[in-house]
Nanobody, 126 residues
């Protein structure tokens, strides 16, 4: 059964760093583009970053550009999200998902993603 499991969240002070992991089981993650999203109660799920499969190209939402870095290790069947310079407004539950509409990331429409994980909580607070 195809499954994604996120980990690495936690409580961090403003300016701190975390590295989130998205581990796949039941399928080879390397064949797919993978996106990271985040969600705050009462707000819509927001796309954060995506990494394509064919050329490893990446995309980021403006609010995280220069602070977050997405990467993949196909040998470990895992995608990472390195988050530096964290801000209180980054507080959210972070999810990863498989982009089902092609090999290259093209937007952050949740309906175009599948195999959502259970999420990992990131809290940025002093």
């Amino acid at each position: 059964q195809a499954q994604l499991v996120e980990s690495g969240g936690g409580l961090v002070q403003p300016g701190g760093s975390l590295r989130l992991s998205c581990a796949a089981s039941g399928f080879s993650l390397g064949y797919f583009a993978i996106g990271w999203f985040r969600e705050v109660p009462g707000k819509e799920r927001e796309g954060v970053s995506c990494i394509s499969t064919r050329d490893g190209s990446t995309s980021y939402v403006d609010s995280v550009k220069g602070r977050f870095t997405i990467s993949r290790d196909n040998a470990k069947n895992t995608v990472y999200l390195q988050m530096n310079g964290l801000k209180p407004e980054d507080t959210a539950v972070y999810y990863c998902a498989v982009y089902a509409a092609g090999y290259y990331c093209s937007g952050y429409v949740p309906a175009e993603y599948k195999y959502w994980g259970q999420g990992t909580q990131v809290t940025v607070s002093s």
